[in-house]
């Protein structure tokens, strides 16, 4: 019997996991994939809005606004790759002039702090790779860049490691409520009091499993391009355009990681098509290009897509639902929900303090740390390869990433189950080989440390081997 049943391991179910964690409850967090942060949360653009963008007096606007100040205390308290490298939004006609000065009053209403409206000699001086057509800039000088996936997955290693239970390969297929609710999943049952449905494009399905309709989600692809760290210092800030009704349209920015991303356009889709189309990205490439025409595009390392969970509503969906007590949606999860985590998850557990007492738990770690050896200084590297070799033999060439950082990532809480998943947790293969070189020797690592067979790696989700058969038997 759970007190809370957590449904989805995105950021948000991790935030509220993370959070909920510090009580004396028994709490415990369903996800459908091998992973956490396998659906929208993985592909986004990685940035921390300042909250300058949404309506005010919106959910959107609130939790945006808190939540990017909360995520960067948690980005410093658990070691989570994070910049404040601030953002501009871009004006090339005088029309887009007008937007710009919106966005800079919407920015005040939401209690936004550090706008500042920049004049072209000003804007081209701190970016001086934008087009010669810019006629001025908004400058945000809060919004941050984040590794979204490293993010959700240090929320749920703390959480973790102050109890609560994480259930992957959990799909939930069915919700019965007596006095209780019972949760059926692809491997078990669970019993809990109170459920929370942070089921991102599918939070409408959890919800319709059990209440009636009360929002649907219209599902909405962006598309990506990611280019080689040599294209990483074509601009210093996030370089938006002026926001249309297709959202904020499209951006180019440097990565946490060092590389540039491009994108995203927004185009209707399935729930879970993640799939790239040549004229989108023509659409993104030409829109990135009149904001930089510098972009060498032959740099693309990899294109990539992630799906908005755009509801009805045009808002976020932060409430008990009307037709199933004690069932709360966190539901239409569209941008800025990255940076309005933290704020989210906190209204779930303000929600569940008004239902009952909840008991702060003694002993509750809050911490997390991962050791990058890159950041080490030469005599520190020197030490650790002495005391354990394996941090002394590179495995990922492109982005330096030693055998020893790799077999750490197994001895966490969350172990990586997939190539993939080594790569979410030390950087493995996001280099410009995109894994062509040291795919191989992660898969000799996985076969090692999980005790499968080779021809059962998998890349990243179940049934994705990358190994249909042995040429030759063993015997
Ligand atoms: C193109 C694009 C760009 C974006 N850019 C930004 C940005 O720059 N900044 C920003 O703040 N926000 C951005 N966003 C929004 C942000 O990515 C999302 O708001 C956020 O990731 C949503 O997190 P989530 O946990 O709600 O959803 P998800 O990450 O999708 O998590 C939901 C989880 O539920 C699981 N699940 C689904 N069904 C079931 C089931 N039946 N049983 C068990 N588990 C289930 C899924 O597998 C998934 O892991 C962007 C989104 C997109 C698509």
């Given at each position: 019997?759970?007190?809370?049943?957590?449904?989805?391991?995105?950021?948000?179910?991790?935030?509220?996991?993370?959070?909920?964690?510090?009580?004396?409850?028994?709490?415990?967090?369903?996800?459908?994939?091998?992973?956490?942060?396998?659906?929208?949360?993985?592909?986004?653009?990685?940035?921390?809005?300042?909250?300058?963008?949404?309506?005010?007096?919106?959910?959107?606007?609130?939790?945006?606004?808190?939540?990017?100040?909360?995520?960067?205390?948690?980005?410093?308290?658990?070691?989570?790759?994070?910049?404040?490298?601030?953002?501009?939004?871009?004006?090339?006609?005088?029309?887009?002039?007008?937007?710009?000065?919106?966005?800079?009053?919407?920015?005040?209403?939401?209690?936004?702090?550090?706008?500042?409206?920049?004049?072209?000699?000003?804007?081209?001086?701190?970016?001086?790779?934008?087009?010669?057509?810019?006629?001025?800039?908004?400058?945000?000088?809060?919004?941050?860049?984040?590794?979204?996936?490293?993010?959700?997955?240090?929320?749920?290693?703390?959480?973790?490691?102050?109890?609560?239970?994480?259930?992957?390969?959990?799909?939930?297929?069915?919700?019965?409520?007596?006095?209780?609710?019972?949760?059926?999943?692809?491997?078990?049952?669970?019993?809990?009091?109170?459920?929370?449905?942070?089921?991102?494009?599918?939070?409408?399905?959890?919800?319709?499993?059990?209440?009636?309709?009360?929002?649907?989600?219209?599902?909405?692809?962006?598309?990506?391009?990611?280019?080689?760290?040599?294209?990483?210092?074509?601009?210093?800030?996030?370089?938006?355009?002026?926001?249309?009704?297709?959202g904020k349209g499209v951006l180019v920015?440097?990565?946490?990681?060092?590389?540039?991303?491009?994108?995203?356009?927004?185009?209707?889709?399935?729930?879970?098509?993640?799939?790239?189309?040549?004229?989108?990205l023509d659409f993104v490439k030409n829109?990135?290009?009149?904001?930089?025409?510098?972009?060498?595009?032959?740099?693309?390392?990899?294109?990539?897509?992630?799906?908005?969970?755009?509801?009805?509503?045009?808002?976020?969906?932060?409430?008990?639902?009307?037709?199933?007590?004690?069932?709360?949606?966190?539901?239409?999860?569209?941008?800025?929900?990255?940076?309005?985590?933290?704020?989210?998850?906190?209204?779930?557990?303000?929600?569940?303090?008004?239902?009952?007492?909840?008991?702060?738990?003694?002993?509750?770690?809050?911490?997390?740390?991962?050791?990058?050896?890159?950041?080490?200084?030469?005599?520190?590297?020197?030490?650790?390869?002495?005391?354990?070799?394996?941090?002394?033999?590179?495995?990922?060439?492109?982005?330096?990433?030693?055998?020893?950082?790799?077999?750490?990532?197994?001895?966490?809480?969350?172990?990586?189950?997939?190539?993939?998943?080594?790569?979410?947790?030390?950087?493995?293969?996001?280099?410009?080989?995109?894994?062509?070189?040291?795919?191989?020797?992660?898969?000799?690592?996985?076969?090692?440390?999980?005790?499968?067979?080779?021809?059962?790696?998998?890349?990243?989700?179940?049934?994705?081997?990358?190994?249909?058969?042995?040429?030759?038997?063993?015997?």
């Amino acid at each position: 019997m759970y007190d809370v049943i957590i449904i989805g391991g995105g950021i948000i179910g991790c935030a509220i996991a993370y959070y909920l964690s510090f009580y004396n409850l028994k709490v415990v967090l369903l996800e459908k994939e091998n992973d956490v942060s396998c659906g929208t949360t993985k592909a986004n653009s990685a940035i921390i809005h300042a909250g300058y963008d949404p309506k005010p007096n919106t959910l959107m606007a609130k939790h945006n606004v808190l939540g990017s100040k909360l995520t960067k205390e948690l980005c410093e308290k658990l070691d989570i790759p994070y910049k404040q490298c601030g953002a501009l939004v871009v004006g090339f006609t005088e029309d887009d002039l007008n937007t710009i000065n919106q966005l800079y009053q919407r920015g005040l209403d939401n209690g936004v702090e550090g706008l500042e409206v920049l004049s072209r000699e000003e804007v081209l001086k701190l970016e001086p790779n934008l087009s010669d057509e810019v006629k001025g800039a908004l400058w945000a000088k809060t919004s941050a860049i984040v590794s979204p996936w490293e993010y959700a997955l240090a929320l749920a290693e703390v959480a973790v490691k102050n109890g609560v239970e994480l259930k992957l390969n959990s799909e939930v297929k069915s919700i019965k409520k007596d006095e209780f609710f019972t949760v059926e999943t692809t491997s078990e049952k669970y019993n809990g009091k109170y459920i929370i449905n942070a089921a991102g494009v599918h939070s409408d399905d959890i919800h319709e499993l059990i209440g009636k309709k009360e929002f649907t989600i219209k599902p909405s692809r962006g598309e990506y391009y990611l280019l080689d760290k040599s294209e990483g210092s074509r601009c210093s800030r996030t370089i938006f355009q002026c926001p249309n009704e297709n959202g904020k349209g499209v951006l180019v920015s440097p990565t946490v990681h060092g590389n540039l991303i491009v994108g995203p356009n927004a185009e209707s889709s399935e729930k879970d098509d993640v799939s790239t189309v040549a004229s989108s990205l023509d659409f993104v490439k030409n829109n990135a290009l009149r904001s930089i025409p510098s972009i060498d595009f032959r740099e693309n390392i990899r294109n990539f897509s992630g799906v908005r969970a755009r509801s009805d509503r045009n808002d976020f969906i932060v409430e008990e639902s009307k037709s199933v007590e004690n069932f709360f949606n966190l539901a239409g999860i569209q941008s800025p929900g990255l940076s309005a985590a933290p704020s989210l998850a906190l209204e779930a557990v303000n929600w569940l303090k008004g239902k009952e007492e909840l008991v702060k738990k003694e002993n509750a770690v809050d911490e997390r740390k991962r050791l990058k050896l890159k950041d080490l200084s030469d005599e520190n590297k020197n030490e650790l390869i002495q005391k354990n070799p394996a941090y002394g033999k590179i495995v990922c060439r492109c982005e330096s990433i030693t055998e020893g950082e790799i077999l750490q990532c197994f001895d966490t809480v969350i172990p990586p189950v997939s190539i993939d998943g080594v790569k979410r947790r030390c950087n493995t293969g996001m280099g410009r080989c995109q894994g062509g070189f040291c795919g191989e020797r992660i898969t000799n690592i996985l076969i090692d440390k999980l005790g499968i067979k080779p021809q059962e790696v998998l890349q990243d989700k179940e049934g994705s081997n990358i190994i249909n058969s042995l040429a030759k038997e063993e015997h």
